[in-house]
């Protein structure tokens, strides 16, 4: 995941360093450690939650860096649960540094106040929780990604329940390798210190227009209760895709470590939309790059 970027290409080593640097130790070792240490099958599965947010940052911000190295330069920005801290660091309305402090802290946090739980990939259509309210029992919608493809929380007591019924229904599945129920009520119990650690936060004015997951639409103004919703609340990047395209026709390019929210916008809006990965987690990077570097038409340049 990211590798031979780390390897060959300067402007995302050295924006990863920045990132492992100001991060301090991480599990023993170094932020570098956690990602290009380790043989890419130990990786998959891998959910300690300090060392993945801050991973999850540092991908995102080197990946950005290094399409911002390439000349190819945003409209806007748009981000996706963790990823809105991401979008925000980009666009200069947040500290790196203070940034992944905070995420740190409120990692721990977490860690100590929530219960464990399961999060839970389904590939069929949110209404199977309107038309099974037996479902809706079980499991609460946290994220809605396509309109065959959503995310659901339950707790480690529901979840055999859950996935049992879901075959019954004939329905796919997939568990996330996250221990803990983000985007549902199962984190209410962290609140209190989580919204204390990112009011720590120092907001400035962002250079790029930003887009959220979580309000389906523009972002106006940050605050600690805003990044709490982006943790706890319903994600809508179905809808946020879908109003977008309505506002303006546009390129997606999809900076998250796997590219899966690239394949999202195409079942959203069609497999002939503009939709690019830049990253994805079978390597080859460098190849990626090239294609969507060609893909890209010359006025993305600036």
Do not use: K
Not at 162 to 191: K, N, Q
Not at 221 to 250: I, K, M, S
């Amino acid at each position: 995941m990211g590798a031979e970027l780390y390897a060959t290409d300067p402007a995302y080593r050295a924006a990863f360093d920045e990132c492992a640097a100001l991060a301090g130790p991480v599990g023993g070792g170094s932020l570098v450690d956690s990602v290009f240490g380790r043989p890419m099958d130990e990786s998959d599965g891998y959910d300690d939650l300090e060392a993945t947010n801050l991973v999850l940052l540092a991908q995102g911000y080197a990946l950005a860096q290094c399409l911002l190295a390439r000349g190819l330069r945003p409209a806007a920005l748009a981000g996706y649960s963790l990823g809105e801290f991401t979008a925000a660091v980009v666009a200069g309305a947040l500290d790196l540094g203070q940034t992944l402090g905070v995420l740190r802290a409120h990692s721990r946090h977490v860690m100590r106040q929530a219960p464990q739980a399961a999060m839970v990939a389904v590939l069929g259509s949110p209404a199977l929780w309107l038309e099974h309210p037996e479902l809706a029992e079980l499991a609460e919608i946290g994220c809605i990604n396509s309109p065959r493809h959503f995310v659901v929380t339950t707790s480690l007591a529901r979840f055999d329940a859950l996935v049992d019924r879901l075959g019954r229904l004939d329905v796919s599945w997939a568990r996330l390798p996250v221990r803990y129920g983000f985007h549902g009520a199962l984190l209410d119990p962290a609140e209190p210190g989580y919204a204390a650690h990112v009011a720590q936060l120092r907001f400035r004015e962002p250079a790029y227009p930003i887009y959220s997951s979580l309000l389906a639409g523009r972002v106006h103004q940050y605050d600690a209760l805003y990044f709490w919703r982006t943790a706890r609340g319903l994600l809508r990047f179905r809808d946020l895709v879908v109003n977008l395209w309505a506002a303006e026709p546009r390129i997606f390019v999809d900076c998250s470590p796997t590219g899966t929210l690239a394949a999202f916008v195409r079942q959203i809006l069609g497999p002939s939309v503009p939709a690019f990965a830049a990253m994805n987690r079978f390597g080859r990077n460098l190849d990626t790059l090239a294609q969507l570097e060609t893909a890209l038409s010359p006025e993305v340049r600036r």
